[in-house]
């Protein structure tokens, strides 16, 4: 395992050939020579993970014209890998993995609620024909040159820290037969004895678990949780957290200090950040990191942070202060719990290891959810669960005023919302 190195450092990140595929999609429909299709052609540049969210993503479909597999993205790395090392000595090179299958997926919500079942043997497929496999695989001494990084179970363990007892009657009986904790546990113990994969575990983001309570709810019970994965109880087994996966919220507030009391509770803002003073990602790993050394963590925690659709960008963008937060917050959705194809939204500052210098902690911003596959499905009819395991949830209809209409099921490539992603990105897309 990877623990005491930042894993991105130096390295060159994972180009998934599957993602450029869907962007010729989108670019057959734009103009040739439009402003659209030069924001398409600088969009082909962007490293995004690969998300293994069902146990057939482990083979893929290739063969017959589909999705690539674990072992074809892994060999398609390689010749990345050897495509920038030349006749020299290999770089490094750095592929992001999302595993996400555990049984009773998302608990609070309905969009990706998965295909395993606990109650119809979900466990035992879980460990034995999804982390047994994506295990066994990235340990085989052909990809030991590569740096495998797995982000863990994205909402999984975040949903027991805030969920239950809390009207989420899917997700308390999760907890009361610790579905999530047996299968984190099990991929945590499993995937650290692979000598090349460092693994981040899903921490939510500031508008979930950053009041104070939530974060110390998060702190003693990742402990916990880590320890038990281990006879040793160690911490260091993985590197650190992944903060703002699949999500929208800003990295900095430019416009005024999260902690400043008098700001935040000002106005019409206790509605919106509804007295919780961690209003930003940067803000967020900033106090976890802290909190979570003070409690015993390494002093190499580190973080991650999904910036594939958090910056905010375009005319709507506030560009300066104002006397009231609603008017210079620059995260300009109704609620901050709105997560489903939410308008107005844009690409992020783009991929890049060691970001910061003035925060060590911070190993890297990745894409982790590929801008352009879809939250949820906008389809109210879309009741019953399909293949996927996945359904319509009233967070990506017109419940919360935030979601764009017209959307496909959750990780299926959605054209309109990609261009908006594109034409709203900040920095703005060169």
Known sequence: MISTGNPYADATMYLDPDYAAKIKVSQARVTAGSTDAALLQAAGKFPTAVWLDRIAAIDGARATGGAMGLVDHLDAALVQQRAISGTGALKPLAITLVVYDLPDRDCAAFASNGELSSAQNGMSLYKTQYIDRIAEIVARPAYAGLRVVAVIEPDSYPNMLTNVGNGKPACDAVDAKKVYVEGIQYTLNKLSGVKNVAMYLDIAHSGWLGWNDNRAKAIAGFKTLIQGATT???????????SNTANYTPLDEPFFNSFDDTIVDSGRTTQFYQWNRVVDELSYVDTLRKEFVAAGFPQSLSFIVDTSRNGWGGAKRPTAAAADVDDMRIDRRAHRGNWCNVKDTGI??????????????????VFVKPPGDSDGTSDTSANTPNAEGKRY????????????????????WFHDQFMMLLRNAYPALK
């Open 232 to 242: 040793s109880g160690r911490l260091d087994i993985v590197r650190g957290f992944a």
């Open 348 to 365: 992020g500052e783009r991929p890049r290891a060691n970001p910061d210098n003035s925060r060590p902690h911070l190993d890297a911003f």
């Open 393 to 412: 949830d009233e967070m990506c209809g017109t419940k919360t005023g935030d979601a764009l209409t017209g959307a496909p099921h959750a990780g299926q």
